[in-house]
Nanobody, 124 residues
Framework: QVQLVESGGGLVQAGDSLRLSCVAS????????MAWFRQAPGKERDFVAA????????YYADSVKGRFTISRDNAKNTVYLQMNSLKPEDTAVYYC?????????????????WGQGTQVTVSS
């Protein structure tokens, strides 16, 4: 059973930074793709960023390009989301997701495993 546990959310002001972490357990993740999604109140869950486990290829939503960086530490089975220059519109619950595939997906239906989410609130 794959388990994903996110941490690092919180309340910050516009322009601040946060780093989210997602610790994965239960499998060998060398063949997995990982992603971050977010869901704001009353809205659908949207893709934020994704990374392949084996190589450094990364993918971002246009709304976060240049501000967010996804990375992973294979030895720690951990994926990070560094969020800089945060805006009020980044306020959402952020979810970590995993799929057993070398290729990344950009839709939530592409991912089988999900964390419980961590709240990020950006005040203006």
């Amino acid at each position: 059973q794959v388990q994903l546990v996110e941490s690092g959310g919180g309340l910050v002001q516009a322009g601040d930074s946060l780093r989210l972490s997602c610790v994965a357990s239960g499998r060998t993740f060398s063949n997995y793709a990982m992603a971050w999604f977010r869901q704001a109140p009353g809205k659908e869950r949207d893709f934020v960023a994704a990374i392949r486990w084996r190589n450094p290829s990364t993918y971002y939503a246009d709304s976060v390009k240049g501000r967010f960086t996804i990375s992973r530490d294979n030895a720690k089975n951990t994926v990070y989301l560094q969020m800089n220059s945060l805006k009020p519109e980044d306020t959402a619950v952020y979810y970590c997701a995993a799929r057993s595939s070398l290729g990344v997906g950009l839709k939530d239906d592409d991912y089988r495993y999900w964390g419980q989410g961590t709240q990020v609130t950006v005040s203006s």
